[in-house]
């Protein structure tokens, strides 16, 4: 019965069991993962947007090598986890539709330009930073593809976070000129990252299930929490300034007390009225329009393969 399915799963995540595709799960758990899967696919995908800018400007080959390695490495995140999302029950096409139709969600991070250099390094420390803290605890989140796909994302995201530290770290003991574009472009980075971990818990109306069913294994304020003790340290080791002015370490409590987010801005992105919104979703719908063909033939030729296997 219901009951006995539901009493069953219960179990399984109260001792901290994985769920597979295959096991009775309640729709709304099931409808939760597409949503935080699939957002955090269409994430991956949009995110290589921001970098490509730069893959045929970088400074040297080294960078442009190393900038080609990452990008390819989020399309590579970006499958990964339209794949894991699949196993839900959704398809690949429902995902793509949403997201070239502007009805999906995707990390508010990725609707910020980049007018510089040096935004390959605050996207690399900052971005892929913020995504290892929020991405390390997903790797024991409660279903099994996702939880497994995350170990295998974690690892190449190390890279992606050292890179861009060293991308800083070059250009803040380089000439004056580079220090103060490495300082501006963490100054447009930083709050913006910290936005990636979601809304305060206070207003995350999401929070409190995901954590009962172990998706979320800490709240967007903990995480955001940890991210900050991690920069201070790097800010100082790379001879930058932190952007917030009232970041302060409360002794007392073990927490950090930082400066007003600019909540404001994170909503309007969320309403799809950031810098780069329409960009962003204009240039993946023309990729998808113009790799048309690609695909057609891709499923023309397996139907002729399967047709000459007839005989
Ligand atoms: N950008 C866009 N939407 C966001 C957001 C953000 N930074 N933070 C929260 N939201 C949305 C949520 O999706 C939710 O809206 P919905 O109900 O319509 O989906 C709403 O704001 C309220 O937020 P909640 O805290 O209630 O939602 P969640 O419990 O889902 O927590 C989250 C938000 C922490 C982002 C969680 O979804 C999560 O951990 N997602 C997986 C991680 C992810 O998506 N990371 C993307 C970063 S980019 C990346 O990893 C690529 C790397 O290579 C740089």
Known sequence: TEEEQQAHFDALIEADQRIEPRDWMPEKYRKTLIRQISQHAHSEIIGMQPEAN?????????????????????????????????????????????????RARYSSIFNYHTPSWADMGAIGWLVDGAAICNQVPLCRASYGPYGRAMVRICKEESFHQRQGFEILYELSHGTPEQKQMAQESVNRWYWPSLMMFGPSDDASPNSAQSMAWKI?????????????????PQFEALG?????????????????????????????????????????????????????????AAVEYARKQRERQRF
């Open 216 to 232: 979320k294994r800490f709240s967007n304020d903990e995480l955001r929490q940890r991210f900050v003790g991690m920069c201070v």
């Open 240 to 296: 930058l300034e932190c952007p917030d002015k009232d970041l302060r370490y409360d002794e007392e409590t073990g927490k950090w007390i930082l400066g007003e987010i600019d909540w404001d801005e994170f909503n309007a992105i969320l309403d799809g009225r950031g810098p780069a919104n329409t960009d962003r979703i204009r240039n993946r719908r023309d990729a998808h329009e113009e790799g048309a063909w690609v695909r057609e």
């Open 54 to 102: 730069w893959i045929t400007r970088a400074p040297s080959l080294k960078r442009k090598a190393i900038l080609i390695a990452k990008v390819q490495d989020e399309a590579g995140h970006g499958l990964y986890l339209y794949s894991a999302a699949q196993t839900l029950g959704i398809s690949r096409e429902e995902m793509t539709d949403a997201l070239i139709e502007g």
